[in-house]
């Protein structure tokens, strides 16, 4: 009985926690942030921007940590960079622009930078490699 008790006071108790959308903004009345809160924590995609408007950095929170692909931009909102998290350090890849072409790539493993490539062909062949091993049938 008191596991049945127990099951509809959690259930009842998560039914009034909600994802909400906000916005923040900045004194000027500009749009600063906007995205999803659960439990006062950032989840889901999120928004940020400079104070002119324009869009500054955008990508996913899980429990309010960085994870997944986020995107920044310059004040003219040209990309300079998209890059992998997780919990709220660089690990994965980081491709970086110059111009709106990329530039540079670089891979992180834990925030620690431990491979960088500077020619585009560098990249692709190390890097369809692995994925030519991912699919090999043995």
């Known amino acids: 009985m ?4 127990l099951l509809i006071l959690v259930i009842l108790l998560t039914s009034f926690t909600e994802k909400e959308y906000v916005k923040l903004y900045f004194e000027n009345g500009k749009m600063k942030a906007e995205g999803w809160i659960l439990n006062d ?6 928004f940020y921007y400079y104070e002119n ?3 500054k950095e955008e990508g996913h929170y899980l429990d ?3 994870t ?10 040209s990309v300079l960079k998209k890059c992998e998290h997780k919990n709220n350090e660089l690990n994965g890849l980081t491709i970086i622009y110059n111009n709106g072409k990329i530039s540079k790539a670089e891979k992180y493993v834990n925030g620690k930078k431990i ?15 692995r994925w030519v091993k991912l699919f090999e049938v043995k």
Not at 41 to 46: A, H, I, L, S
Not at 115 to 129: A, H, P, R
């Open 68 to 77: 997944k692909w986020w995107i920044y931009y310059d004040e003219n909102e």
């Open 53 to 55: 408007g324009n869009k």
């Open 41 to 46: 924590e950032k989840t889901d995609y999120w």
């Open 2 to 5: 008191k596991q049945i008790q």
């Open 64 to 66: 309010n940590k960085k």
């Open 115 to 129: 491979k960088s490539w500077t020619y585009l062909n560098e990249f692709k062949k190390d890097n369809i490699t």
